[in-house]
């Protein structure tokens, strides 16, 4: 069955901390790996896209990485500010047609001062 | 520049009544995508379109829904009759190509529905 686990569920961390979140999939076959941010109340903002041969996406103080051999993806945010308090959601899009897009359920990042 | 825009932002209505859920896709965008969001499912597709064609609607739920597309600058997702359990955040995207390309989809911030 095609899935998408992301981990932790939640995370709070101080501010100017870094932090890792993870994506682990069983999507096949693979065409793309999206990570969006989503704020309370507003629509998910694409962070970054990467193809099966891409290992590393950066998007300022956002780096995605993929290993598409152990079908796991990670997003690592630098120097963590108050505006990164969101949902992260991981999404792999399939390369057929039917159920296109396979979400993760997101992991909730809390910033504290 | 204008984004994807959605209206209502918040609809409250009681079951059995019709829905109508609208969206404005980015200018020059040719790919439109519906999608609905709950705390126990998260994030589904349930369709999109390419050129104002409907591609793939095997998210859409049941046969109370329906979306359209008949220009490139409108589309809406129609519920009818509406039920409780629709209740949900509606979500339109668009890009400027399908849902297997490597551009980002930009999406609007919701229609907030609650079915009574």
């Known amino acids: 069955k095609n899935q998408v686990e992301q981990s932790p569920q939640s995370l709070i961390i101080l501010e100017g901390k870094n932090c890792t979140l993870q994506?682990?999939?069983?999507?096949?076959?693979?065409?793309?790996l999206r990570w969006y941010k989503q704020d309370t109340g507003r629509g998910p903002v694409s962070l970054t896209i990467?193809?099966?041969?891409?290992n590393t996406k950066s998007n300022g103080r956002y780096t995605a990485t993929l290993d598409a051999d152990t079908k796991q993806s990670s997003l690592h945010i630098t120097a963590s500010q108050l505006s990164d308090s969101a949902s992260y959601i991981c999404?792999?899009?399939?390369?057929?047609?039917?159920?296109?897009?396979?979400f993760g359920k997101g992991t909730t990042l809390s910033v504290s001062s | 520049d204008a984004g994807v825009i959605q209206s209502p932002r918040h609809e409250v209505t009681e079951m059995g009544q019709e829905v109508t859920l609208r969206c404005k896709p980015i200018?020059?965008?040719?790919?439109l995508f519906w999608y609905r969001q709950t705390m126990m499912r998260g994030l589904e597709l349930l369709i999109y379109?390419?050129?104002?064609?409907?591609?793939?609607d095997s998210g859409m739920p049941e046969d109370r829904f329906s979306a359209k597309m008949p220009n490139a600058s409108f589309s809406t997702l129609k519920i009818q009759p509406s039920e409780p359990r629709d209740s949900a955040v509606y979500f339109c995207?668009?890009?400027?190509?399908?849902?297997?390309?490597?551009?980002?989809?930009?999406f609007g911030d919701g229609t907030r529905l609650s079915i009574l």
């Open positions: 200018s020059g965008h040719n790919s």
């Open positions: 994506c682990n999939y069983t999507v096949s076959p693979f065409s793309n």
């Open positions: 999404v792999v899009t399939f390369n057929q047609a039917g159920t296109a897009l396979i």
């Open positions: 379109f390419n050129n104002n064609v409907p591609i793939d």
């Open positions: 990467m193809t099966f041969s891409e």
């Open positions: 995207a668009s890009s400027t190509t399908g849902v297997y390309s490597n551009q980002p989809q930009h």
